[in-house]
Structures are given as C-alpha cells and as structure tokens.
C-alpha cells in the first residue's frame, strides 16, 4: 500500500519570498511521485514527477522538488512566490500495480500576501 | 479538443434523486478515470476503464453507484438515491497506456454535485 502525507494543510508567504510545500511518502517498492497544482474552477494540473531518474527535478513555473530515500520525503520548493502561485498543491503518488491509480495528500493551500 | 470535457460542470438535486455524470476524454487515451473530491480533501479514486472494461473499483464505490465506458470513448457515472454525503466534486481523467502514469494524466475540470 502506498500512502502520501502533507505536512501543511495552509502555507502563507509573502510575495518575492521562498516556497516550501513538504510532502512525505510511504510506499513498499521505489515510488513515483508527483506534485499537482489545483486553482479555483480549473483542473487538476501536474507540475513535475519523479520517476527514479535524478532526484533533484524541476517543474513548470518555477517549481522543483528533491526526492530523499533515507527521508521518505519529496517536498515541493520555489525560490520566489509570485501571487499567482496561490492554489491548491497535491503530493501523489502513483500505483503501478494497480493500474496506474492515484493517490493524493491531503492538500496544501498555499496563499501569497502582496 | 484536446482536453477532458465533463458535462455537467454544476449539478444541484433533490436527496434521493438520481443523476448522472458525462466524461468525454481524450480521444487517443485508453485509459479513463473516475476520481471524488469532498471539501478540503484530496482526490480520492473510485474506479477506472481501459478501453470499455472496468478494471477496478474503490471500496468508496457503494451499490448506488455505476460507471459505464460504451465503446471505450466517453463515460457516465450515475449515482441513484442521491445522499448528502455524495455532495463533492467528481473529477473525471484519461491517459494512455503507453505514456508514463501520472505524466500523462490529463483531468477535467469537475462536475460539482450538490445534493440538498
């Protein structure tokens, strides 16, 4: 069985100011894990995943996040928030054995104050 | 259209009523899914089809509830004898199974039930 947990249900940062969306996992074989960004009345829309390959990997506007085995985690950063980045953030991780079904966190609303 | 359409966007009823949800995915994908999200809650699944076959189901899935993939394109989710703890978004995705899990997840924008 493979489990997400958000650390955060709300983070608030300042505009121009650092992103930290923390995320840790649990799984029973090398996960795949992804971060996806909710915004009010839109889809569902994937920032970036980890797939086994560099641990380090980055997404689209800005985002990137860090995969560590020995932390089970793979928290979600951005070296400066901008207004738009406020939404709603999921950590997933995915079941390959299963076809291919998602699992989400519980959420992190992120809000920028200007 | 190059995206997942999901008909209707915004759906009150009665308690007890029955409705019906539409998913059209994208035309290439095979695979198409069918996931619930109540009020501050992440997505949860409730079951999936590649092609017209319905591979598995979420134990969230009661006896109330049917999906259906005719022909392996678009999809209905019908809930019957609607109760107020159906009121969520049900968010409806495709993906192929030669593209990565989760990479080539598209989803669409959500059918909002209110059951009152």
């Known amino acids: 069985a493979q489990s997400v947990t958000q650390l955060d249900s709300h983070v608030s940062v300042s505009e121009g100011t650092p992103v930290l969306l923390r995320c840790n996992y649990s799984?029973?074989?090398?996960?795949?894990l992804f971060w996806y960004v909710q915004h009010p009345n839109k889809g569902l829309q994937l920032l970036l995943k980890?797939?086994?390959?560099?641990?380090l990997v980055k997404g689209i506007n800005g985002f990137e996040a860090e995969f560590k085995k020995s932390e089970t985690s793979f928290h979600l950063t951005k070296p400066s928030a901008h207004m738009s980045d406020a939404a709603e953030y999921f950590c997933?991780?995915?079941?390959?054995?299963?076809?291919?079904?998602?699992?989400f966190g519980g959420g992190t609303r992120l809000m920028v104050k200007p | 259209d190059t995206g997942v359409s999901q008909d209707p966007r915004h759906k009150i009823t009665k308690r007890g009523q029955n409705v019906t949800f539409r998913c059209d995915p994208i035309?290439?994908?095979?695979?198409l899914y069918w996931y619930r999200q109540t009020l501050g809650q992440g997505p949860e699944f409730l079951t999936y089809?590649?092609?017209?076959?319905?591979?598995?189901k979420s134990r969230l899935l009661s006896d109330r509830f049917s999906a259906e993939r005719p022909k392996g394109s678009f999809s209905t989710l019908e809930i019957q004898r609607t109760e107020q703890g159906d009121s969520a978004m049900y968010l409806c995705?495709?993906?192929?199974?030669?593209?990565?899990?989760?990479?080539?997840?598209?989803f669409g924008s959500g059918t909002r039930l209110t059951v009152v």
């Open positions: 035309s290439e994908h095979n695979r």
């Open positions: 995705a495709s993906s192929h199974t030669m593209q990565g899990g989760g990479y080539g997840y598209t």
């Open positions: 799984s029973s074989y090398s996960p795949s």
């Open positions: 980890y797939t086994s390959a560099a641990t």
């Open positions: 089809f590649q092609n017209e076959a319905q591979l598995e």
């Open positions: 997933v991780v995915i079941a390959r054995d299963a076809g291919n079904m998602l699992t």
